[in-house]
């Protein structure tokens, strides 16, 4: 596979796992910041658990749960559905490894925001749904911001939860981190494997960058004006 090949497939696997957890990671950070979810403390560190397991533990056992024989493979098997050691792997494995990364800045973000301004919009008439879509995730646009770019820096970089359940397979898992192992372990691959490691160090910076001018377009004004919806 080729190297603009591996960057490709890399960014593409980034941006699945980054978008498919996009929805969740930002209800779940709601649900922490008001405190909805009970009880929070243990669901918290469940969420956090993937920062503090080893990348390759967590594929272990992403991998037993979605075997053909394991607990959610058998039935996924019975569809006709295989998850391990496909693209769909790679990117679930860079999701669940993701994830806590895009909670944390969110959540932050939705746990500064006065509760006033929110019970404004209920004054005004707006629904639950109006006020979290107009008034809140607006106000906490710098945080998803923050957990966009923080979560597909983090699913670009993976390494051990992929090669446990999506292997490192070319032109179907071998991202730029496995990219770099193989050559490594390649004779005179080392010239690519510097090559894709300066791509990875790009990527990275362009993300920073991102971040820096995404927060400043984001927020202009500091509370939601009225009758905006």
């Known amino acids: 596979m080729t190297e603009w090949g591996t960057i490709y497939l890399s960014i593409r696997v980034a941006l699945v796992a980054t978008l498919a957890i996009l929805p969740l990671g930002i209800l779940t ?7 909805k979810l009970r009880p929070v403390f243990l669901f918290e560190n469940l969420i ?22 394991g607990f959610l493979g058998r039935p996924l098997a019975l569809l006709g559905l295989t998850v391990p050691f496909t693209q769909t792997a790679a990117s679930l494995a860079a999701a ?56 597909f820096a983090r699913a ?11 292997g490192n397979i070319p032109g179907v898992s071998r991202t730029i981190p496995l990219a770099i192992f193989t ?19 790009g990527i990275s ?8 001018l995404l927060t400043r377009k984001l927020y202009k004004h500091d509370k ?6």
């Open 29 to 35: 950070a709601y649900g922490l910041a008001r405190n």
């Open 48 to 69: 956090q658990l993937p920062l503090v397991l080893p990348p390759v533990v967590t594929g272990f056992f992403l991998l037993f749960l979605l075997s053909p024989d």
């Open 96 to 151: 669940i490894v993701a994830f806590p990364l895009m909670v944390q800045p969110v959540r932050v973000a939705f746990e500064q925001i006065d509760p006033e301004w929110e019970e404004a919009g209920y004054v005004y008439g707006g629904t639950r749904w109006t006020v979290f879509r107009m008034v809140t995730l607006p106000l906490a646009g710098r945080g998803v911001a923050a957990g966009i770019i923080l979560a």
């Open 156 to 166: 670009l970089g993976e390494f051990g939860a992929t090669i446990v359940l999506a």
């Open 183 to 201: 050559e490594l372990n390649r004779l005179e691959g080392q010239g690519m494997a510097i090559r894709l490691a300066l791509v990875a160090v």
């Open 205 to 212: 910076v362009a993300s920073l960058a991102a971040y820096a």
């Open 224 to 229: 939601p004006e009225s009758g905006s919806w």
